[in-house]
Structures are given as structure tokens and as C-alpha cells.
């Protein structure tokens, strides 16, 4: 007979589900790739977006990683303070949509496709509200 006593269960901060940590990562993951991609079709077919700018007079290289930004963002905060990753998931979705309204005049094909991304991002940080712990 054991005299051990059991342990409680280890506690959570308050924070997200580690299943819902995965969504969030691999899901501003995605969105990262889509940008690029958005960003390198709209290069090869001579519409390239406003924070890329031509090959023949290219934007200035910090405004390269302008879109981003908010991905990495969020990434970041999901693992370190995952409490806030839904949060920040809204806050940079917008922050993609403002970046697509940029890119509406000139390039409205690519700009389509930003808006869609920020739209999908922006469903994936609503849903990652369930995953929080209390």
C-alpha cells in the first residue's frame, strides 16, 4: 500500500489551449505564405503591391516586410501570451485590410486577394476565442 500523495493537476495560465496555440501558429503561418504568394503573382504579372514596388524602381526594402509584421506579431504573442492572441489576431487582420486598401487603385486583383486573407485570418482569431482558458 502506498502512502503517496497524489498530486493535483497541473494548472494552466490563463492562456490558450495548446491544441488552439497549434491552430493560431500554423494559421498566421498560412496567412505569411499567402502574402507572399500574393505578393510575388502580382510581381510577375507587372502589378506589383505598393510595399514591393516595381523591379525597374523598387520600394524601400523596410517596407518589404510591412504585411508581415502582424503575422509575426501574432505568432509571437500565441506561444509567449496566449491570453492575447486573439486579440492581436483581430488588431492585425485589420491591419492586413488597411494594408490591402493601399493596394486597391493600382493593383485591385492582388488587393482581392489581401482582403480575403485578412478576412480568413480575421475568422481563425474570432474562433481562437474559444480555445482560451479560464
Same mark, same amino acid.
Given at each position: 500500500?502506498?502512502?503517496?500523495?497524489?498530486?493535483?493537476?497541473?494548472?494552466?495560465?490563463?492562456?490558450?489551449?495548446?491544441?488552439?496555440?497549434?491552430?493560431?501558429?500554423?494559421?498566421?503561418?498560412?496567412?505569411?505564405? #499567402?502574402?507572399?504568394?500574393?505578393?510575388?503573382?502580382?510581381?510577375?504579372?507587372?502589378?506589383?503591391?505598393?510595399?514591393?514596388?516595381?523591379?525597374?524602381?523598387?520600394?524601400?526594402?523596410?517596407?518589404?516586410?510591412?504585411?508581415?509584421?502582424?503575422?509575426? #506579431?501574432?505568432?509571437?504573442? #500565441?506561444?509567449?501570451?496566449?491570453?492575447?492572441?486573439?486579440?492581436?489576431?483581430?488588431?492585425?487582420?485589420?491591419?492586413?485590410?488597411?494594408?490591402?486598401?493601399?493596394?486597391?487603385?493600382?493593383?485591385?486583383?492582388?488587393?482581392?486577394?489581401?482582403?480575403?486573407?485578412?478576412?480568413?485570418?480575421?475568422?481563425?482569431?474570432?474562433?481562437?476565442?474559444?480555445?482560451?482558458?479560464?
Amino acid at each position: 500500500m502506498s502512502t503517496e500523495v497524489p498530486h493535483p493537476p497541473r494548472q494552466w495560465h490563463a492562456g490558450l489551449e495548446k491544441t488552439w496555440v497549434v491552430i493560431v501558429v500554423v494559421s498566421w503561418l498560412l496567412v505569411t505564405a #499567402a502574402l507572399a504568394a500574393a505578393a510575388v503573382t502580382g510581381r510577375n504579372i507587372g502589378k506589383p503591391t505598393w510595399w514591393l514596388g516595381t523591379p525597374s524602381d523598387p520600394a524601400w526594402p523596410l517596407l518589404w516586410v510591412v504585411p508581415f509584421v502582424a503575422p509575426i #506579431a501574432v505568432i509571437v504573442c #500565441a506561444i509567449v501570451a496566449g491570453r492575447w492572441a486573439p486579440f492581436a489576431g483581430v488588431g492585425a487582420s485589420l491591419y492586413l485590410g488597411a494594408v490591402a486598401t493601399l493596394d486597391l487603385e493600382n493593383t485591385p486583383a492582388v488587393a482581392l486577394i489581401q482582403v480575403v486573407v485578412a478576412c480568413s485570418a480575421l475568422l481563425v482569431s474570432i474562433a481562437s476565442l474559444a480555445g482560451r482558458n479560464r
